[in-house]
């Protein structure tokens, strides 16, 4: 109760400050002045009945499970449910793994949603206490909007050569994006036509809402396809290290966790830390090293017009090719053949090992903030999707902006579709300089 009363002025005195600061500069009338001070967000009167009305994963546990663990301490038993379902899941996503890039592409899609979904849903508890119009049909509506616009992005991208030669798709490749902003417009227009002057600043506050989460979630699964089409080890080596370390930090944490590591999660200890920090950059380095060796997951994912459909048959890199490296240590030289993929996956094992967590902890600090102890109830241990990839959309971010800064090269088919959205005259332009420039190496 003393960190309720703590909390209750605090969120007082900046929803007064920011009506008032409104209130100053746009000069809004007493009504909407008076409708901010009165009307909250969020209210301590009403979401300690927003967490009663969200599920709570960890406290969700299937009977059979249940009645074989009823005679273990509560720690024990939270232990074995989240080591089974993690288990479950590390096989579900090894049998997603085979079934493919477009298995592994639906999967993102599939999880994106049910994040969004989780997400809103708790916005959608003060559309329900409150009354608000249409929040829940605009959330959806701007995630079809914004999902058209990137994921048609990434087939303009990926497959523009082969959709230009079917006329009555070319029309949407030229003009994707005045389509995808159009679709926008019609959005932003329903917004606005479904303000409630009661209820302004609830209903700014929910199309924030709704528009943080599809940067957190839309926009990150975008870049999880583009890290996939680079090759399924940019997707599976960061994903797995994200899993290791979780995984690892709890052993470490549960085992030997001594001191708190952050306030926002009262459960993680500095041993957790350290402890699955090391554990993930070892199996980074060994587990690269295992991928290195097949070509299944190594090479970039690219349309053959040869064979009609997307291959994954490539001459390995150099990067995916052995190369001697001289060590020198206390005066004795060995060398070694090493994969240079190894040197980024120690990079990238030590981002999803120390800027990694700070995910879990910012979903952390959105939970209590609603005092919920889980984003939803869907995996039994874990609670809901959001909670098992809080830190994913952060790490896929990571890899692909590593891979735009030190890996990726010009893409010939993205290079294609912009010459085949040229004028005649501009095309006739480029084979003559491509045709003198090829002309004098050859000579």
Wanted: with cysteine.
């Amino acid at each position: 109760m003393a960190e309720v009363r703590r909390r209750k002025p605090e969120n007082e005195a900046e929803e007064i400050g920011v009506a008032a600061g409104a209130a100053g500069s746009t000069g809004a009338d007493s009504s909407d002045h008076v409708d901010s001070e009165e009307e909250k967000i969020p209210e301590e009167k009403f979401v300690e009945e927003l967490a009663k009305n969200l599920p709570q994963g960890t406290d969700k546990t299937p009977e059979i499970l249940d009645s074989a663990l009823k005679d273990l301490p509560d720690r024990w038993k939270n232990w074995v449910i989240r080591g089974i379902f993690t288990w479950i899941m590390i096989c579900g996503f090894a049998l997603i793994i085979y079934g493919g890039p477009l298995a592994l592409m639906i999967t993102t899609l599939l999880v994106q949603v049910k994040c969004f979904q989780e997400i809103i849903s708790i916005g959608y508890q003060v559309y329900r206490i409150h009354g608000l119009p249409w929040f829940r049909s605009l959330s959806w509506y701007f995630l079809l909007t914004s999902n058209y616009f990137f994921y048609g992005e990434n087939l303009v991208d990926y497959f523009g050569v082969v959709i230009n030669r079917v006329e009555y798709l070319k029309f949407l490749v030229t003009y994707h994006r005045f389509l995808s902003f159009a679709l926008y417009i019609v959005g932003f227009v329903w917004f606005v036509l479904s303000l409630v002057k009661k209820y302004y600043i609830k209903q700014f506050s929910l199309f924030a809402w709704t528009h943080v989460s599809l940067l957190i979630v839309v926009t990150q699964s975008y870049l999880i396809i583009q890290n996939i089409f680079e090759g399924l080890i940019w997707f599976i080596v960061p994903v797995s290290m994200i899993v290791c370390n979780d995984v690892m930090a709890y052993v470490f944490g549960f085992f030997f966790g001594r001191t708190p590591l952050i306030k926002l999660s009262p459960k993680k200890t500095w041993e957790g830390f350290i402890g699955g920090g090391f554990a993930t950059v070892l199996f980074g380095i060994l587990f690269s090293y295992f991928l290195c060796n097949y070509q299944y997951f190594i090479c970039p994912i690219q349309y053959s017009e040869e064979l009609g459909r997307m291959t994954m048959s490539c001459v390995p890199s150099y990067l995916f090719t052995p190369q001697e490296y001289s060590l020198k240590l206390f005066g004795i030289g060995k060398t070694l053949n090493v994969y240079p993929f190894i040197w980024h996956s120690i990079s990238l094992s030590l981002f999803s090992s120390i800027i990694g967590p700070f995910g879990g902890f910012f979903a952390s600090g959105f939970k209590r903030a609603f005092k919920i102890k889980d984003f939803g109830d869907m995996i039994p241990g874990h609670g809901g999707i959001m909670d098992r990839f809080d830190c994913q959309f952060l790490m896929a971010t990571f890899v692909n902006v590593y891979i735009s800064s030190f890996i990726r090269t010009p893409s010939p088919a993205k290079l294609l579709t912009q010459i085949y959205n040229l004028k005649p005259d501009q095309q006739y332009q480029i084979y003559q300089s491509l045709k003198d420039s090829l002309g004098d190496l050859l000579n």
